[in-house]
């Protein structure tokens, strides 16, 4: 994948995903979703409406992204 995409392209890859999530991570705000409207749909009178959020296996959106250290490692694994 290096030989054929430049560290730009990849970043620009990278930053993509964290703003739309595409592959499992989507599924995972899908289904996320889904559970929370299952959840909120019968749900009792008096409990508070749950967020999709506390459904996510994949938590990365809190987590701050730093595209030139995960290329750096990238290449490095790859050596």
Known sequence: ??????????????????????????????????EALIRNANRGQNEQAVEPEKFRLWNNKKHVFDPQEFFDRLKTALK
């Open 1 to 34: 994948m290096l030989a054929r995409m430049s560290s730009h392209r990849l970043t620009e890859w990278m930053a993509y995903a964290q703003v739309e999530p595409f592959g499992d991570e989507l599924m995972d705000v899908h289904f996320a979703t889904l």
